[in-house]
């Protein structure tokens, strides 16, 4: 009997040895995951993208690649900010965020002359201009001459207003006949239906298609359409140079993500409006999954490369800017833009 309970206590010393020695290594091991895991995510890059308005669908790749993973498969961690009231170019011009969502009209005061800042456009969001004038079917607006007389929201920009100066005239019109009425228009449908104004400004991917899912009657022409000069690039993804410089393989990464997630936009209209949705709850998801599906096939349109920008576009529109004399000096060739670090 005592061989006996020698050789069980000998069994049961040996299991609890082994016991602990399997805990030890369990331990060790689930240590060594936490740290591995801690690593892995000590090792992300961090980047702010601030938008250029409340979100809407020139934005939806970018929540998709969110949404998706994409960003975290290539080792970044991206948050999504609201702009300030200064807009998305003086936080990424200072740093305080990596990206953001500007335009080529409104981005010139950061891009050239004396304030400039370490900003550059990266990537085209929308491939070509869909901006230009609406109005209420009927109402003789349907071209510009058919302004004169008419009352147009005007932001009081001088490039907004030399734009719409050129098109009027070259219509036949005289631009000092338009009425022009100070308004941020933000609900375009109830501001033509009430007539307090008669023409706005409007980007179709958006408004347009607003007025279509209202079922608002309307007439349209594109800037575009009636002088090339106008299909500038509007939006667009901007940069800070300085950044961009220093972590050029972070940046290609960013464009790479965001890239996937605008194809998967384009492929799959209706689910990339769901993730957009999921993520601005506010939205109404009959305009966004109708205005996602008119993006659709704006966002590449007829280039085979995501976010390329055509210099002899870019330039032709700063150029205009120069020969009207819009900005406090001249803008040169090749200013505010690059393609170095989009993704082939």
Not at 36 to 44: L, P, Y
Not at 69 to 89: H, L, R, S
Not at 111 to 133: C, D, F, R
């Amino acid at each position: 009997m005592k061989k006996i309970k020698k050789v069980l206590a000998v069994i049961l010393s040996g299991m609890l040895i082994a016991g602990i020695a399997a805990g030890c290594a369990s331990n060790k091991s689930s240590e060594s995951k936490s740290e591995s895991s801690s690593e892995k995510s000590a090792e992300k890059s961090k980047v702010t993208f601030v938008l250029d308005w409340t979100p809407n669908t020139n934005h939806t790749g970018l929540y998709v690649a969110q949404e998706k993973g994409y960003f975290n498969d290539e080792g970044i961690e991206v948050e999504i900010v609201q702009p300030p009231e200064d807009g998305a170019e003086m936080l990424v011009g200072s740093g305080n965020a990596q990206f953001g969502v500007s335009f080529q009209d409104s981005m010139l005061p950061a891009v050239a002359g004396e304030n400039k800042m370490p900003v550059e456009a990266v990537a085209a969001l929308v491939q070509h201009n869909t901006s230009g004038i609406i109005s209420l079917k009927g109402k003789g607006m349907d071209k510009p001459k058919g302004l004169e007389e008419k009352k147009y929201a005007t932001w009081d920009l001088p490039i907004e207003k030399a734009t719409l100066k050129q098109v009027v005239e070259a219509d036949g019109g005289d631009f000092n006949k338009v009425e022009l009425i100070p308004s941020t228009v933000t609900d375009e449908v109830s501001a033509l239906q009430s007539g307090s104004v008669d023409a706005i400004w409007i980007f179709y991917g958006w408004a347009g298609v607003a007025t279509q899912v209202a079922g608002l009657e309307t007439d349209y022409f594109s800037f575009k359409d009636i002088d090339p000069v106008f299909d500038y690039y509007t939006p667009v993804v901007i940069g800070n140079s300085d950044w961009m410089k220093n972590n050029p393989d972070t940046a290609k990464s960013f464009l790479s993500a965001l890239k996937k997630g605008y194809e998967f936009a384009i492929d799959k209209p209706e689910e990339a409006a769901d993730i957009l949705i999921k993520n601005a709850p506010e939205l109404d998801k009959k305009l966004v999954t109708e205005s996602q599906k008119y993006l659709s096939k704006e966002y590449k349109s007829d280039v085979s490369r995501w976010g390329y920008m055509d210099p002899a576009r870019w330039n032709a529109f700063y150029n205009w800017i120069n020969d009207n004399n819009l900005f406090t000096e001249k803008v040169p060739e090749n200013t505010g833009f690059t393609n170095d670090y989009l993704p082939e």
